[in-house]
T-cell receptor, first 115, second 111 residues
Framework: SAVISQKPSRDICQRGTSLTIQCQVD?????MFWYRQQPGQSLTLIAT?????????ESGFVIDKFPISRPNLTFSTLTVSNMSPEDSSIYLC????????????FGPGTRLTVL | DAKTTQPTSMDCAEGRAANLPCNHS???????VYWYRQIHSQGPQYIIH???NNETNEMASLIITEDRKSSTLILPHATLRDTAVYYC????????????FGEGTQLTVNP
């Protein structure tokens, strides 16, 4: 498995502002993913972030709203831009080492409330 | 990815076995069955996965039917700390393939 940390663990933000969420892994991983979990809902994949290439976004998610950085094999950031109350969610990163038999492991999540 | 069907909720008495069913009748030959759980608002926790043989680890056992159209996750001695939403997911075991989460089963372990 992998030890994954996220910062901040929670935040309360004003609409129109942006928040950058950090995801740090204790070892090098090939694949990193960002998910969103809206209140009372299941998890939805936002994008896949690979080091050295642009993130791949799922349908309904765009780079302007959720820019992602992946500067190295242990770190990634997700920015939630120009926030509205509808962005209130738990944001989770997950990682996968890239071996064919690997599984995805999740971070503890960032609980975001937008007022 | 194949769609899975799980009961919305289940109850189990503490100390008893919890058997969580999952239907995945459209599963493909190269798709694995994965189980995760999410304890209230925490990140999902990987439990177990398998292709066609039954699997067991320190957390649970996974029983997959011979036709692979359904499976059961077994927690042999449920505790209050096993109260969580359990997700059954089918996924191609290829690096970077997506995990598609459904609604899962809310398991409540009662004292």
């Amino acid at each position: 498995s992998a030890v994954i940390s996220q910062k901040p663990s929670r935040d309360i933000c004003q609409r129109g502002t942006s928040l950058t969420i950090q995801c740090q892994v204790d070892s090098q991983v090939t694949m990193m993913f960002w998910y969103r979990q809206q209140p009372g809902q299941s998890l939805t994949l936002i994008a896949t972030a690979n080091q050295g290439s642009e993130a791949t976004y799922e349908s309904g998610f765009v780079i302007d709203k959720f820019p992602i950085s992946r500067p190295n094999l242990t770190f990634s950031t997700l920015t939630v831009s120009n926030m509205s109350p509808e962005d209130s969610s738990i944001y989770l990163c997950s990682v996968e080492r890239g071996r064919s038999t690997d599984t995805q492991y999740f971070g503890p999540g960032t609980r975001l409330t937008v007022l | 990815d194949a769609k899975t069907t799980q009961p919305t909720s289940m109850d189990c008495a503490e100390g008893r076995a919890a058997n969580l069913p999952c239907n995945h009748s459209t599963i493909s030959g190269n798709e694995y069955v994965y189980w995760y759980r999410q304890i209230h608002s925490q990140g999902p926790q990987y439990i177990i996965h398998g292709l066609k043989n039954n699997e067991t680890n320190e957390m649970a056992s996974l029983i997959i039917t011979e036709d692979r159209k359904s499976s059961t996750l077994i927690l042999p001695h449920a505790t209050l700390r096993d109260t969580a939403v359990y997700y059954c997911i089918v996924r191609v075991e290829t690096s970077g393939s997506r995990l598609t989460f459904g609604e899962g089963t809310q398991l409540t372990v009662n004292p």
